[in-house]
């Protein structure tokens, strides 16, 4: 089994409602977004995915988020855009457009450099 991870980053805004303390307050984040991928098998020049096309799937998908609001982004209009719901909405996101033969394997969401949230399947 194989192994790739690659960090990309987006900066926006949120409040956390329902929560009690600084975060329910509009407040901004520069996020950094972790994702790690899994192959059983190589391809035929012996790498599982082109390091580029994964970080250009996850840009993909994060790039409505940057420089917005997340409240006002579904499916955050929902749920609370914590770093956990992130992480979660990030992993599904990434599950669909993977190639054949890479699965999504974990997606980190940094709020700051000392705080993190990690969604995976088992």
């Known amino acids: 089994m194989f192994e790739l991870t690659i960090e990309t980053d987006f900066s926006s805004a949120h409040q956390l409602r329902g929560y009690k303390g600084k ?17 059983q098998k190589l391809n035929n020049i012996d790498i599982a995915i082109d390091f580029g096309d994964l970080r250009r799937i996850t840009n993909e998908i994060i790039a409505p988020l940057d420089h917005t609001c997340l409240n006002d982004f579904f499916p955050f209009t929902e749920i609370n855009p914590s770093s956990e719901n992130m992480a979660k909405w990030i992993f599904d996101s990434l599950k669909k457009k993977l190639p054949k033969g890479i699965n999504a394997a974990s997606v980190t969401v940094w709020e700051s450099d000392n705080s993190s949230a990690t969604y995976y399947e088992d």
Do not use: D, F, I
């Open 23 to 39: 975060c329910e307050n509009l407040h901004g984040h520069n996020w950094k977004v972790q994702v790690a991928v899994t192959a």
